[in-house]
């Protein structure tokens, strides 16, 4: 069975770790000029942006499946250029309260599509007998990407911010 979903798999961690790396902590980083003087107000901003696309890549993502392997990994590769630019913008490389807002949204939306394309998919790509264990897999899979990005983001750019 690993044999039949592992491109999957290995795309359904890397999708949740970049969320997880870079939502919310380095988002938040330049948060503080979105509403000026409003700090609270501007993270809640950012969330409810998150919350709103993820659910409508998630929405979206339902139109059509099964995806193809190659459009699934392909647009896991496209995704990781997020994160070259949410630190350009948390570095204050770029600068804008609409490309703050523009990015996140884009971090959920692309979060949402990527993460219901592929859960949906796997189970299509196995015989019914292994379609049990594909969901403990994913399961896991989710829950040890999100570890290991928020530990990235917590460890690992902590001295940067």
Request: aromatic share 10%; glycine share 10%.
């Amino acid at each position: 069975m690993k044999d039949k979903i592992w491109p999957e798999v290995a795309a359904l961690f890397c999708v949740f770790m970049v969320t997880y790396m870079l939502y919310p902590s380095i988002v938040f980083q330049n948060q503080a000029g979105l509403i000026e003087g409003k700090a609270g107000w501007s993270i809640f901003l950012l969330s409810i942006v998150m919350g709103v696309t993820e659910f409508a890549g998630r929405s979206l993502s339902l139109l059509r499946t099964p995806y193809r392997r190659v459009t699934l990994l392909t647009a896991t590769g496209i995704r990781l250029a997020l994160i070259a630019s949410t630190f350009l913008i948390a570095f204050q490389v770029f600068t804008g309260k609409a490309l703050t807002i523009v990015n996140t949204g884009l971090i959920g939306l692309t979060n949402g599509l990527l993460a219901t394309g592929i859960c949906s998919t796997i189970p299509g790509m196995l015989d019914p007998h292994e379609r049990e264990f594909s969901g403990f897999l994913m399961s896991v899979t989710i829950n040890a990407s999100i570890t290991v990005g928020s530990l990235i983001s917590l460890l690992g750019f902590s001295r940067l911010f």
